[in-house]
């Protein structure tokens, strides 16, 4: 009898132990893309349990499949395939093992539910060797929120997520995707180096705030090409500390245009050097080329070695402009008695087509720091209105022209 109680309980052991031996085989074979990790593996979110509906909050899945891939020997891919998945705040941190290709075939949708935000959206921190292709889109719904940002009125504004953020990448190629309606900054490179953007889509609408298409600060070897960027604010802005920046055939418009800065809001910025903007097509945008700078600035810092060429206005409001006096909205604080950034070896070459506006040219650049270096070759932009005259208002710029407009020489 005691052998046979023995046997029943070590049959019933037995069955137990299948029953959860079966179950575990179940789950992994249903997330068997989380646990590929080795050379080639691909992670496609949908077996990790995503939902391309729209409305399941897929963050999970998405985060899953990060994890796998940046600890995956080899090259890593993880899969966004056909289909809207809805997501809240996606931290991807590195170091990672092998090489990430982040392949966006459907759509990433940003919640809206903004207690759900730390920072931002998606932030990729500390990683190499990443790519993110496709013809996918990532989608901020920014629309919904729009009207929670107070920057108009408040200086010091609470910031709403910017959508895509690169913190300490090196070696990144983003290529393909479309980057739509973000609810703050599109795409946001900090401390980056050897970045490349190409053919990529950056769209909101000309009055979405703050909406800038792609920012950088303290950055270097950074490659814009082919790339259609229409928003609310600048399509390109070049912040505080970046160097050997190349930008070509950027479509800009609507926007702010493409510009460096601003310069001097926080204290100890580091110099700016070595732009190029080049082959590229500005329409209907606010402004052309800028380089702004607030007279208040904290610290002291240098613009310098700053080259337009080939570039084509159509009516662009102000296509050429030094501002050292900026002040967005007109909320800056009182001004102080000095300024403290330098503008200095600044070239506009070949510049043609329309303004929107009379003023073609503005170098309006401080008395206490002038403008030096300027260099303006074959500027010939014409205002496309009637009864008025093409002009340039230069203020404190030393300026060479050569083969410009009578109108935009700014001689001095």
Request: charged share 20%; aromatic share 6%; proline share 4%.
């Amino acid at each position: 009898m005691a052998f046979r109680n023995d046997a029943i309980r070590a049959f019933f052991l037995l069955m137990v132990v299948s029953a959860a031996y079966a179950k575990a085989a179940e789950k992994e074979a249903a997330g068997s893309a989380a646990a590929a990790s080795g050379p080639g593996a691909t992670l496609d979110i949908v077996k990790l349990g995503a939902t391309g509906d729209g409305k399941t909050d897929s963050t999970k899945a998405v985060e899953e499949a990060w994890a796998s891939a940046c600890g995956g020997t080899g090259k890593q891919t993880i899969l966004i395939p056909k289909g809207d998945f809805l997501t809240g705040p996606l931290n991807f941190t590195g170091p990672c093992t092998g090489d990430i290709t982040i392949q966006v075939d459907g759509n990433l949708l940003g919640s809206n539910d903004l207690a759900k935000y730390k920072a931002n959206w998606i932030e990729i921190m500390r990683v190499k060797n990443l790519v993110i292709t496709g013809k996918g889109k990532l989608d901020g719904q920014g629309p919904a929120v729009w009207g929670k940002n107070s920057c108009a009125k408040n200086y010091n504004c609470k910031i709403l997520p910017n959508t895509l953020v690169l913190d300490f990448c090196n070696n990144t190629l983003i290529e393909g995707i479309t980057l739509l309606n973000s609810k703050f900054f599109h795409l946001n490179i900090y401390e980056c180096r050897g970045i490349t953007v190409k053919d990529v889509t950056i769209t909101s609408p000309g009055d979405s705030p703050n909406t800038d298409g792609i920012h950088m600060g303290d950055a270097s070897n950074i490659t814009i090409t082919d790339t259609k960027i229409g928003t609310g604010d600048d399509c390109i802005s070049i912040g505080p500390g970046t160097s050997g920046v190349n930008i070509s055939g950027v479509n800009c418009g609507p926007g702010h245009g493409i510009s460096v800065g601003s310069l001097g809001r926080y204290k100890d910025e580091k110099d700016v050097t070595d732009i190029t903007v080049k082959n590229c097509v500005l329409n209907k945008s606010t402004n052309g080329v800028r380089i702004k700078s607030y007279e208040d600035a904290k610290s002291p810092l240098v613009a310098s070695k700053l080259t337009y060429e080939n570039i084509k206005m159509m009516d662009v409001g102000y296509p050429i402009i030094i501002d050292q006096k900026y002040c967005p909205n007109k909320i800056c604080p009182p001004k102080p008695n000095s300024a403290k950034v330098t503008v200095k070896d600044v070239t506009f070459r070949n510049i043609t087509g329309t303004s929107s506006t009379p003023e073609a040219v503005s170098l309006l650049c401080s008395d206490k720091q002038p403008c030096s270096g300027v260099q303006m070759f074959d500027v010939k932009v014409e205002y496309s209105g009637t009864n008025n005259k093409t002009m340039a208002v230069c203020t404190n710029a030393k300026v060479t022209a050569k083969g410009c407009s009578e109108a935009l020489a700014c001689a001095a």
